[in-house]
Nanobody
Framework: QVQLVESGGGLVQAGGSLRLSCVASGRTSARYAMGWFRQAPGKVREFVAAISWSGGNTLYGNSVKGRFAISRDNAENTVYLQMNSLKPEDTAVYYC???????????????WGQGTQVTVSS
């Protein structure tokens, strides 16, 4: 079991940037892949990005490719999401997840944090 705590959300103007952080605790000795999902009110949870334990493999949702970048620091048990060129459509609660690489993109698997709100104004 792993516990996840997200931070770094806030209010930003369109075109601006934010960096989200997610700190893992508990069974951090396990070599989890980690990732980010987001959910806007009334919408399903959407895959954003994922990174393997080693950092050698990354995946991005089509809506954020070229704008967002995921990274991790295993010494600090932390995964980051650098968000650039933000759009109002990026407004959502962003959730961190830890899972096996094979199922990291599946919303029905893995451990989840409580989320951090990102609001992008026009």
């Amino acid at each position: 079991q792993v516990q996840l705590v997200e931070s770094g959300g806030g209010l930003v103007q369109a075109g601006g940037s934010l960096r989200l952080s997610c700190v893992a605790s508990g069974r951090t000795s396990a070599r989890y892949a980690m990732g980010w999902f987001r959910q806007a009110p009334g919408k399903v949870r959407e895959f954003v990005a994922a990174i393997s334990w080693s950092g050698g493999n990354t995946l991005y949702g089509n809506s954020v490719k070229g704008r967002f970048a995921i990274s991790r620091d295993n010494a600090e048990n932390t995964v980051y999401l650098q968000m650039n060129s933000l759009k109002p459509e990026d407004t959502a609660v962003y959730y961190c997840t830890a899972d096996s690489w094979s199922t990291i993109g599946d919303v029905d698997f893995g451990s989840w944090g409580q989320g951090t709100q990102v609001t992008v104004s026009s």
